[in-house]
């Protein structure tokens, strides 16, 4: 018996470790925003294909986009149109850290 939990352990391990992707933080003048790659997975139980390989290909590859651009439906603004998820317009609080 105690095999199988090692068995199981180390097959799950490099599953859990891969899942997520972490922080990003991204520096604005407007305050640093800091995506959590655990608040979207785990939190709103999106796919890593909800945004990978669609919105976003890597922190590398993806284009800086302005607020404007994100209240047309860009980058966040894709989800963070007030139906999905909270507006990209109003409270810069909830995303822009000083």
Avoid: W
């Avoid at 891969?18 to 995506?35: L, Y």
């Avoid at 980058?75 to 000083?98: E, I, L, Q």
Wanted: aromatic share 6%.
């Amino acid at each position: 018996m105690r095999n199988i939990f090692f068995i199981v352990l180390l097959l799950v391990t490099p599953v859990m470790a891969t899942v997520g992707g972490g922080d990003i933080t991204m520096k604005n003048k407007g305050g640093d925003v800091v995506f959590s790659h655990g608040t979207h997975i785990e939190g709103m139980a999106l796919a890593c294909t909800d945004c990978h390989d669609k919105l976003y290909l890597s922190k590398g590859q993806h284009k800086a986009v302005t607020m404007k651009q994100m209240q047309k439906g860009k980058s966040c603004g894709t989800c963070h149109n007030g139906k999905k998820a909270f507006s990209v317009k109003g409270d810069c609080a909830k995303c822009h850290k000083k």
